[in-house]
């Protein structure tokens, strides 16, 4: 006899930035538990699938109590006694439930916590851990990309651009690779206060968010730190930046006050050319407005034989935007983001689709993210290559770098750091018709 659902349950809980998500408890037929918590965003995309919000008083409107209501009516009905090992009917009977192209009346983050509870549930019943229930086929450890310097959105506007990033990837292991992230934090901090940089506080991935003249300043920032911690730049430890562009871009210029710069989207591309060659810049994600099409092309043709070109609010963890954008040659990588989504089938599906065209793609968690290490397991089940969680600081990031430490240590899967330039860089765009 398959295992079944039995009941599931929601309740409201506190995200990393102290506003309102979701915990969801799936029970199986055999009385195996499992709980997972639902991520949130703060700088989000407009084509992204819809966390529910009751904007009632409460939380200023950000309450989630409507969405939990869903799980525990609607949702639970509809699920009760279905076949927990069946991920796809699960999933598609969730969004057909919703009847929403964007998952906006029950809730992503409803459908989202479900599909995970589930799977979770079905692990803990299995006795085989997470990744290996969610396996798409050759596990492997993701690469890390870890913030170090914040900006946007998650620090004020200090800057414009959101995160620079460092791929600590010419090591021997993820260990040897986290322990180096370690050293280049906390040197980045003393620049930081040894130049005098007033700091804003701990940004909300866990990044420094110091006052800087401009993007181009966090850039030396961090390739200084890169060297003074002691390790050599672009070859063992390479930069990557969320540039975040659509919340600086306004009716068709990009508006750069760091810079004191107003670029059009070639004027933007140009510049983002010149400092891949100033710095040991690898991967630029979000280059350009998430609607800008003819730019995207423009920049993948300037720097994809070189750069990962990733795409985040661009593709929303999208299959149908991302296959568009591999018809049209824009970018080269895909963050994906399960909450973008708001199911673990159509997050497997853009895996997929990201592995049959050539792109790359990088697992990732949001700004508001929980203590929940599910992220680490998903990554490593997709055999993505790369994970974006944030910094080394704050137990939301840790719970996720502790989680591949132990998956590491416990089932020995392989690292391939210093396989990343080779695997990664060089990848073009090719159109798939």
């Known amino acids: 006899m398959p295992l079944t659902i039995q009941s599931l349950h929601a309740w409201e809980i506190l995200d990393s930035r102290g506003r309102p998500t979701l915990a969801v408890e799936a029970t199986l037929s055999d009385g195996t538990v499992a709980t997972v918590q639902v991520p949130s965003g703060a700088s989000t995309g407009t084509h992204e699938a819809v966390e529910l919000r009751d ?99 998650h620090a004020g506007a200090n800057i414009e651009f959101q ?74 430890v390479s930069i990557a930046i969320d540039v975040a562009s659509s919340h600086f871009y306004r009716q068709g210029i990009y508006e750069l006050r760091s810079e004191r710069r107003s670029l059009s989207s070639a004027g933007l591309a140009a510049l983002l050319t010149d400092w891949t060659r100033q710095f040991p810049l690898v991967s630029i994600e979000d280059g350009l407005f998430e609607d800008d099409w003819p730019g995207w092309r423009t920049l993948t043709d300037k720097l994809s034989a070189t750069t990962q070109i ?54 990732s968690a949001r700004s508001g993210e929980t203590e929940d290490s599910f992220l680490a397991d998903l990554a490593t089940a997709t055999g993505a290559g790369q994970i974006k969680i944030g910094s080394i600081t704050r137990s939301e990031r840790l719970a996720k770098y502790n989680r591949l430490l132990e998956l590491e240590s416990r089932h020995g899967l392989p690292w391939q750091g210093r396989r990343f330039l080779g695997e990664i860089l060089g990848r073009r765009a090719t159109p798939s018709n």
């Open 55 to 153: 904007g009632d008083p409460r939380y200023a409107g950000k309450g989630t109590r409507r969405a939990a209501s869903h799980v525990n009516g609607e949702i639970a009905a509809a699920l009760h006694g279905r076949n927990a090992g069946d991920q796809a009917d699960i999933d598609n009977t969730l969004i057909a439930l919703d009847g929403t192209p964007n998952k906006s009346r029950l809730g992503a983050n409803a459908i989202l916590g479900v599909s995970c509870a589930v799977a979770r549930a079905l692990s803990a019943a299995r006795r085989q851990p997470l990744f290996e229930t969610l396996s798409l086929g050759a596990p492997r450890l993701p690469v890390p990309m870890i913030n170090i310097l914040s900006g946007g959105l």
């Open 310 to 363: 990733l795409g985040d609010d661009f593709f929303t963890t999208n299959p149908a935007r991302l296959r568009r954008g591999i018809e049209e040659g824009c970018a080269n990588a895909v963050l994906v983001k399960m909450n973008q989504i708001g199911t673990l089938t159509e997050t497997f599906e853009v895996c997929r689709i990201a592995r049959e065209n050539g792109y790359a793609a990088v697992v």
């Open 163 to 236: 995160d620079f990033l460092i791929i600590p990837h010419g090591f021997d292991s993820f260990a040897e690779a986290l322990e180096a992230t370690v050293k280049i934090h906390g040197v980045a901090g003393q620049i930081v206060r040894r130049d005098g940089y007033t700091l804003t506080g701990v940004a909300d991935e866990g990044g420094w968010g110091p006052l800087l003249p401009s993007n181009r300043d966090a850039l030396a920032l961090l390739t200084n730190a890169i060297n003074d911690a002691g390790f050599e730049p672009g070859a063992q």
